[in-house]
């Protein structure tokens, strides 16, 4: 089922009995995020919100319902995206990219933009006033106050736009750019825009600025549920996030040209913030942000947006999110991600039989990956592949173990690596870049990062003891003690 609005995403939501409606006035400065924290602290991640009568900072009711948790289950991740499970669409791609792969890594690394390629569903262009431009608000008329902009944490620096789809354009390849980037509002008509040095939104602020050229930049708020999410997919530079969720949706994203600037946004939005930045005024202090971490990141310097023209529904619903202690709802997304991009990870690591990022580890801190072991030292060798990948370089812990170890089970891959390691002899230091949020490094975003090799060992990595086999009872007992078992009062097994 393809889902074309944020709306259609919310009933289908409801439909499934995933939803709870609050009727009760509830303001957007702090009670919203504490209602939402407890829930999606629940086990499964807890239901979906409709908060259909939010209180902005004045007192008054807002014009605007509220979604939040739209994404926090793994029912919702996949019915987000049409699909079964996640791992359909993981297997999506693995079919796509069922060819004859050339010989040699660069050969394997071309074939990644083969999404492009093969895509059947570029964005198709609408003429104006699409749904996203039925109300527009310029110049004077232009008040972010009236938005129901959560503010999240007692000590962020202000209210945050924090499930954008923030959306740019390759100065030299006009390459369109979405990413999902944290947006703070600074005042009625002006908000900054954090987005952190590796990204491709900041690359492109760059480019412009080095020019002396003012950036065009649109902040779309609640699409189809395939674009929100690929806006915080890791995808190429190359690969434009509209043509990745047509793709993911077996649909083309209807986009239609801003207002005010050379940009397309989704023409299905709830809202978009249409606006430029000028590379001539002074950056401006953004933060601080109670962020995925669980930890507040410090205030730093960014860019500031103009906001030129506010486009939105005849009747829109505001989505957000919020981050924090884990498990929250981005771990969701987060999820989506790692079973997604399973297959083009193995591209480059064929030996990769799975991987995961337990919530715990905020995505970048812990990694487990099991592998088809083949030869001694081979997770030394996965070790260092996946810290040249992407996104992957900024893993701080990564676990590596045999294949037959459910990595999706954090219980049982610590069980397994904490039995297997001989910690001098097992792990492996390195240095390189780290994750912007990491507080805990020894310098801004630059690090060390640890690698534990969790196999069997073998007696060319020095090791001569007998390895024990693992404990396991005999099929024979297992299918007597099945046919037993519900005789014996002991509930399900």
């Known amino acids: ?34 209602i939402a924290d407890r829930v999606m602290k629940q086990p499964g991640g807890g239901p979906a919100l409709l908060f259909e009568h939010p209180l902005l900072r004045n007192g008054a009711r807002s014009e605007y319902p509220v979604a939040i948790n739209l994404f926090g289950s793994m029912s919702r ?14 297997a999506r791609i693995t079919k796509l990219l069922d060819l004859k ?3 040699g890594l660069m050969g394997k690394l071309s074939l990644l933009p083969r999404l492009l390629e093969v895509s059947k569903f570029p964005p198709r262009m609408v003429g104006c006033p699409a749904p996203c431009q039925e109300i527009v608000w310029r110049g004077s008329e232009i008040n972010l106050d009236r938005l129901p902009i959560i503010t999240c944490w007692p000590d962020d620096g202000g209210p945050y736009v924090t499930l954008p789809m923030v959306i740019s354009k390759d100065p030299v390849r006009g390459i369109r750019n979405v990413g999902m980037y944290r947006v703070q509002q600074l005042g009625p008509q002006h908000v900054a825009m954090h987005w952190q040095r590796h990204k491709s939104g900041a690359e492109h602020w760059r480019t412009m600025a080095e020019r002396g050229e003012k950036m065009p930049v649109c902040i779309a708020i609640g699409a189809d549920p395939a674009s929100v999410y690929s806006g915080s997919a890791p995808l190429p530079p190359t690969v434009d996030e509209f043509i990745f969720a047509g793709f993911l949706r077996s649909k083309p994203v209807k986009l239609v040209k801003a207002l005010t600037c050379d940009l397309e946004v989704p023409a299905e939005a709830e809202f978009v913030l249409e606006g430029y930045i000028d590379p001539a005024e002074a950056l401006v202090t953004e933060g601080p942000f109670g962020d995925h971490t669980g930890f507040y ?22 989505a957000t999110t919020i981050v924090g202690r884990p498990p929250m709802e981005d771990f969701y997304l987060g999820h989506a991600t790692e079973r997604i991009f399973l297959p083009l990870l193995k591209l480059t690591t064929p030996e990769i039989v799975d991987y995961h990022m337990p919530a715990e580890g905020i995505f970048h801190n812990l990694v487990f990956v099991s592998i088809r072991k083949q030869y001694p030292g081979q997770a030394f060798k996965v070790m260092n592949a996946l810290w040249g990948q992407g996104l992957m370089s900024l893993a701080k812990v990564l676990v590596i173990v045999d294949d037959w170890v459910n990595v999706r089970n954090p219980q049982e891959a610590w069980w397994v690596a904490l039995n297997n390691l001989d910690p001098e002899r097992d792990a492996r230091f390195t240095m390189g870049p780290v994750d912007v949020l990491d507080h805990s490094s020894r310098s801004f975003t630059y ?5 534990l090799d969790a196999t069997k060992k073998w007696p060319e990595e020095g ?15 297992k299918a007597r003690v099945d046919e037993l078992w519900p005789t014996l009062g002991l509930g399900k097994r």
């Open 447 to 451: 690090g060390s990062k640890m690698g």
């Open 297 to 318: 990141s410090e205030a730093d310097l960014y860019p500031r947006v103009h906001i030129t023209a506010v486009t939105m529904r005849k009747n829109p619903v505001y």
């Open 101 to 103: 792969v050339p010989e």
């Open 77 to 90: 991740m996949a019915l987000s995206l049409g699909a079964s499970d996640l791992d359909a669409v993981g």
């Open 463 to 477: 090791f001569t003891r007998n390895w024990p086999p693992l404990i396991e009872m005999d099929q024979v007992t």
């Open 1 to 34: 089922m393809s889902l074309d609005t944020l709306q259609e995403f919310i009933a289908a939501i409801d439909a499934a009995g995933e939803l709870v409606r609050i009727t009760q006035p509830v303001s957007i400065h702090l009670e919203l995020c504490e």
